[in-house]
């Protein structure tokens, strides 16, 4: 992350690659950086970096997470724009995400809901047209 990031998140993972392949295909975020134990991505000024649980050792949870191996991303949920819901939602499907809610129309946006690695949910939408033109989104 920058000093000039309008918004960065820090995620703890157990596969680093896995997540950022994840979120790059899902989410249309893009990989400015990928080591063993870091990731560094981005979408329209917002930062999400990727950290391995051994980067932080002094994190109250680090052993609790080491130890029970339970999912860092309860309790998360990521809300992403994307161009196109359906094709997004199929992407994170056919990468191993687990369906939630499958694409669903409601005010105005197109909206689905799918667990990627480590248990983030992600919330994937895109605004809709709803004037009934012929313009309107599929």
Same mark, same amino acid.
């Given at each position: 992350?920058?000093?000039?990031?309008?918004?960065?998140?820090?995620?703890?993972?157990?596969?680093?690659? $896995?997540? !950022? /392949?994840?979120?790059?295909?899902?989410?249309?975020?893009? +990989?400015?950086?990928?080591?063993?134990? &870091? @990731?560094?991505?981005?979408?329209?000024?917002?930062?999400?970096?990727?950290?391995?649980?051994?980067?932080?050792?002094?994190?109250?949870?680090?052993?609790?997470?080491?130890?029970? $191996?339970? !999912? /860092?991303?309860?309790?998360?949920?990521?809300?992403?724009? +994307?161009?196109?819901?359906?094709?997004? &939602? @199929?992407?994170?499907?056919?990468?191993?995400?687990?369906?939630?809610?499958?694409?669903?129309?409601?005010?105005?946006?197109?909206?689905?809901?799918?667990?990627?690695?480590?248990g983030y949910v992600?919330?994937?939408?895109?605004?809709?047209?709803?004037?009934?033109?012929?313009?309107?989104?599929?």
């Amino acid at each position: 992350m920058s000093h000039d990031d309008a918004l960065g998140l820090i995620l703890w993972t157990t596969d680093i690659q $896995g997540l !950022a /392949r994840f979120l790059e295909s899902a989410a249309g975020l893009a +990989v400015e950086a990928l080591h063993p134990g &870091y @990731a560094l991505l981005r979408l329209d000024g917002a930062s999400i970096v990727l950290h391995a649980d051994e980067a932080y050792r002094g994190h109250p949870w680090y052993d609790a997470l080491r130890r029970e $191996g339970v !999912a /860092r991303g309860i309790g998360a949920e990521l809300r992403f724009r +994307v161009s196109d819901v359906r094709a997004s &939602y @199929a992407e994170a499907s056919r990468r191993g995400g687990l369906p939630i809610q499958a694409p669903y129309d409601q005010d105005g946006i197109r909206e689905c809901q799918v667990m990627g690695p480590d248990g983030y949910v992600l919330s994937l939408w895109q605004p809709i047209d709803t004037s009934g033109s012929s313009t309107a989104a599929n």
